[in-house]
């Protein structure tokens, strides 16, 4: 290569520097010697160019997205056996995962036994808004409000709902686990309060809507939070047999044999 060739590449990759475009930097010498080889128009090659920028942002934008949400385990929907839960409606799950849902600000709620597979779907649909660039966020329930509570211990109470107010989507596995102390459901209750009709929520069960007063210590706050979670949601029944007990019996079986 020629000095004055080797100057230019050095003066462009130091534009892209100042500019935040490494990819045409990395890319722009590799790309101009194909549009010189195919007689691409000036046009054609910056088009390219840009197309390269764009793409490696998008791509970098959703592995951001995606280990913001913290997701217990990467589990897809294309990875769920609708087979073996055949009473689930794959054409609402798969839905869902196009997105509307969250243009709508509309819960999702996910009810059924241990074992069911409500957190595979929660965390595809979790995955499914990160590949859509959306901001989400998976915690489980105890998880939420431990931090709330030692946010509240620490003066940071304020600071730590308005960080959860700027997701676009928080799924809220395991509500029904554990029983809540009253402080907790409180700050609980002010989380999904502020998301009504706002933003989305997805939320995994394993009890029934008429036993929620087991785990909320008030029955007043345990109405008035089904009252702002079921309002247009999309209620979703796993149903009481476990796949993952199913998956393991047959996993043994097929070692007999």
Same mark, same amino acid.
């Given at each position: 290569?020629?000095?004055? /060739?080797?100057?230019?590449?050095?003066?462009?990759?130091?534009?892209?520097?100042?500019?935040?475009?490494?990819?045409?930097?990395?890319?722009?010498?590799?790309?101009?010697?194909?549009?010189?080889?195919?007689?691409?128009?000036?046009?054609?090659?910056?088009?390219?160019?840009?197309?390269?920028?764009?793409?490696?942002?998008?791509?970098?934008?959703?592995?951001?997205?995606?280990?913001?949400?913290?997701?217990?385990?990467?589990?897809?929907?294309?990875?769920? !056996?609708?087979?073996?839960?055949? /009473?689930?409606?794959?054409?609402?799950?798969?839905?869902?995962?196009? *997105?509307?849902?969250?243009?709508?600000? =509309?819960?999702?709620?996910?009810?059924? !036994?241990?074992?069911? *597979?409500?957190?595979?779907?929660?965390?595809?649909?979790?995955?499914?808004?990160?590949?859509?660039?959306?901001?989400?966020?998976?915690?489980?329930?105890?998880?939420?409000?431990?931090?709330?509570?030692?946010?509240?211990?620490?003066?940071?109470?304020?600071?730590?709902?308005?960080?959860?107010?700027?997701? !676009?989507?928080?799924?809220?596995?395991?509500?029904?686990?554990?029983?809540?102390?009253?402080?907790?459901?409180?700050?609980?209750?002010?989380?999904?309060?502020?998301?009504?009709?706002?933003?989305?929520?997805?939320?995994?069960?394993?009890?029934?809507?008429?036993?929620?007063?087991?785990?909320?210590?008030?029955?007043?706050?345990?109405?008035?939070?089904? !009252?702002?979670?079921?309002?247009?949601?999309?209620?979703?029944?796993?149903?009481? =047999?476990?796949?993952?007990?199913?998956?393991?019996?047959?996993?043994?079986?097929?070692?007999?044999?």
């Amino acid at each position: 290569m020629s000095k004055a /060739h080797n100057l230019t590449v050095a003066t462009i990759q130091e534009h892209c520097r100042g500019l935040r475009l490494p990819t045409v930097a990395a890319q722009s010498e590799r790309l101009a010697a194909e549009a010189a080889r195919t007689n691409q128009s000036h046009l054609n090659y910056l088009v390219e160019l840009l197309g390269v920028e764009l793409e490696e942002r998008e791509r970098h934008t959703i592995e951001r997205r995606i280990k913001e949400a913290r997701l217990p385990r990467m589990k897809t929907l294309e990875e769920f !056996d609708f087979s073996a839960a055949s /009473h689930i409606s794959a054409r609402q799950i798969h839905a869902l995962a196009e *997105g509307s849902y969250l243009e709508r600000a =509309e819960p999702v709620i996910l009810i059924g !036994d241990s074992g069911t *597979g409500k957190t595979h779907l929660a965390s595809g649909l979790c995955l499914a808004a990160c590949k859509q660039k959306r901001r989400a966020r998976f915690v489980t329930a105890t998880g939420l409000i431990n931090e709330l509570v030692e946010a509240q211990q620490h003066n940071l109470l304020s600071r730590a709902l308005q960080r959860w107010t700027r997701y !676009d989507l928080i799924v809220l596995d395991e509500v029904g686990y554990v029983p809540f102390a009253q402080v907790g459901a409180e700050l609980l209750f002010q989380v999904i309060s502020e998301r009504a009709e706002r933003a989305t929520l997805i939320i995994t069960t394993n009890l029934p809507f008429s036993e929620w007063t087991q785990v909320f210590p008030s029955a007043r706050l345990c109405k008035a939070l089904l !009252d702002r979670i079921t309002d247009r949601a999309h209620i979703i029944e796993t149903g009481t =047999e476990s796949y993952r007990f199913k998956r393991t019996v047959a996993g043994k079986k097929k070692a007999k044999e």
